[in-house]
């Protein structure tokens, strides 16, 4: 209904606070509309943040609808913390120039511990269309983990989460044998749907939770200190305004390559 709009909660939270008209009325969930009303949406008040936070972020592709930022690990993307990378990213991005240029949002989530890239909106619009690209499927997510045990080359995991269908399809590209956990593997991970944990819980479920991984790792197998072990590694889709295909890929972090020091493939 409106480009500032770019979602249904977003609709929500106008109507909410009464931002919403209906031929000069404020209107609410209970307005009925018949056809030919005249409808605006009001500007909000502004209000400064007393505190801004501080936080460098690695910008790996900027344009004025979209963004890529590396994810560093320990940080929330968003939510009532202080210390988020939505909290972040108008000090690291410059203001889109477009009319309906809105405060830069994060379109996906990335657990606090895992590292990797990040899409970002930085219009209504955009925002609204690149979420439209993710339930069309029509984003490409990469991700490296380092798991533990002996798994098979290559497998499709289907288990469901939280009474939902999700896919995960893996490969492992190098092992290396470990004094404390007998084996570690490199693998590749090729998300199908993008539940919540979803890597974590399939690889798990399978008897091959990822290095560090506290909440679903095995008893006795939890590395103290050294964080999670998963990272986003690249995104590919076409850009949903000029068209041109994308495709950005971020680098091993280097507590992966510690482990895998012959590392044979290039990521």
């Known amino acids: 209904m409106f480009d500032a709009c770019a979602t249904k909660s977003a609709l929500k939270k106008a109507l909410k606070k009464q931002l919403i008209t209906v031929n000069g009325k404020i209107a609410t969930t209970a307005t009925l509309l018949k056809g030919g009303?005249?409808?605006?949406?009001?500007?909000p008040e502004l209000t400064q943040p007393t505190k801004q936070l501080v936080f460098p972020l690695e910008v790996l592709l900027?344009?004025?609808?979209?963004?890529?930022?590396?994810?560093?690990?320990?940080?929330?993307?968003?939510?009532?913390?202080?210390?988020?990378i939505a909290r972040a990213l108008p000090q690291n991005l410059k203001p889109s120039e477009h009319p309906n240029a809105c405060t830069p949002q994060p379109v996906h989530r990335l657990d606090?511990?895992?590292?990797?890239?990040?899409?970002?909106g930085k219009t209504s619009t955009s925002i609204r269309k690149l979420n439209n690209l993710f339930e069309e499927k029509s984003i490409t997510k990469i991700y490296y983990a380092v798991t533990i045990g002996k798994m098979s080359q290559k497998e499709t995991i289907t288990e469901l989460i939280d009474g939902k269908t999700s896919e995960t399809y893996f490969e492992v590209k190098e092992s290396v044998t470990s004094d404390r956990?007998?084996?570690?593997?490199?693998?590749?991970l090729f998300p199908k749907t993008g539940r919540r944990h979803q890597l974590r819980k399939h690889l798990a479920g399978i008897g091959n939770p990822i290095l560090g991984d506290r909440d679903y790792g095995s008893s006795g197998k939890i590395l103290k200190g050294k964080g999670l072990y998963l990272h986003a590694s690249s995104l590919e889709f076409t850009?949903?305004?000029?068209?041109?295909?994308?495709?950005?890929?971020?680098?091993?972090?280097?507590?992966?390559?510690?482990?895998?020091k012959d590392l044979q493939i290039t990521i």
Request: proline share 6%; hydrophobic share 45%; aromatic share 12%.
């Open 37 to 43: 009303e005249h409808i605006e949406l009001l500007e």
């Open 181 to 188: 956990f007998e084996l570690l593997n490199l693998v590749q």
């Open 239 to 260: 850009h949903p305004f000029t068209q041109e295909p994308l495709y950005i890929s971020s680098k091993l972090p280097k507590r992966f390559l510690k482990i895998f």
């Open 62 to 84: 900027e344009d004025d609808y979209l963004a890529v930022v590396h994810k560093p690990a320990g940080i929330l993307v968003s939510g009532n913390s202080f210390k988020t």
């Open 112 to 120: 606090y511990a895992t590292t990797g890239l990040l899409l970002v």
